[in-house]
T-cell receptor
Framework: EAGVVQSPRYKIIEKKQPVAFWCNPISGHNTLYWYLQNLGQGPELLIRYENEEAVDDSQLPKDRFSAERLKGVDSTLKIQPAELGDSAVYLC????????????FGEGSWLTVV | GIQVEQSPPDLILQEGANSTLRCNFSDSVNNLQWFHQNPWGQLINLFYIPSGTKQNGRLSATTVATERYSLLYISSSQTTDSGVYFCAVGGGSGNTGKLIFGQGTTLQVKP
């Protein structure tokens, strides 16, 4: 069974440019998460979806970040415009209540803003 | 919000040694998970353990929810155990169900 798939794995952009990350969760997982991980720190939640509904986006900087989960499957996280401080790893994860809400992470999208 | 503290922050072991990692949390939880982040950045789920004890090979974990801590035991450590171990908790009062991660314990196992 395929795990959580993210793309791109690595992205280098200039500040003020837009960037988008894509995530395909594990098949059948109704909950999808986007986490941000800075170097040397633990992941921090940006947004959590239950199916297609964003149920927790309190940590998402809505002035420049946006996310969507069309049809309750794949999800896209966008940053526009990117700032130097956005350089980090963006992690997508998914879970299902049928598996005790065990969370499975993708490999992450490493963003460098120059 | 709920606070998560992990100790020790760093740990260096010789191959074959045993170790115990600790996770303290500040509120009642109904979700606690341990993860291993390998040197390439991949986060692997080790245990879903809001209470009780589980074992998986050389790894085991115990959560004492009433005393608000969890322990991860690594026995006969191997170099492949190196990386960062994270504890993440959820379900405390006022928590919307998201997982809060600790700062991690960085483990280095030397051959």
């Amino acid at each position: 069974e395929a795990g959580v798939v993210q793309s791109p794995r690595y992205k280098i952009i200039e500040k003020k440019q837009p960037v988008a990350f894509w995530c395909n969760p594990i098949s059948g997982h109704n909950t999808l998460y986007w986490y941000l991980q800075n170097l040397g720190q633990g992941p921090e939640l940006l947004i959590r979806y239950e199916n297609e509904e964003a149920v927790d986006d309190s940590q998402l900087p809505k002035d420049r970040f946006s996310a969507e989960r069309l049809k309750g499957v794949d999800s896209t996280l966008k940053i526009q415009p990117a700032e130097l401080g956005d350089s980090a790893v963006y992690l997508c994860a998914s879970s299902s209540w049928t598996e005790g809400n065990t969370i499975y992470f993708g490999e992450g999208s490493w963003l460098t803003v120059v | 919000g709920i606070q998560v503290e992990q100790s020790p922050p760093d740990l260096i072991l010789q191959e074959g040694a045993n170790s115990t990692l600790r996770c303290n949390f500040s509120d009642s939880v109904n979700n606690l998970q341990w993860f291993h982040q390998n040197p390439w950045g991949q986060l692997i789920n080790l245990f879903y353990i809001p209470s009780g004890t589980k074992q998986n090979g050389r790894l085991s974990a115990t959560t004492v929810a009433t005393e608000r801590y969890s322990l991860l035991y690594i026995s006969s450590s191997q170099t492949t155990d190196s990386g960062v171990y994270f504890c993440a908790v959820g379900g405390g009062s006022g928590n919307t169900g998201k997982l809060i991660f600790g700062q991690g314990t960085t483990l280095q196992v030397k051959p």
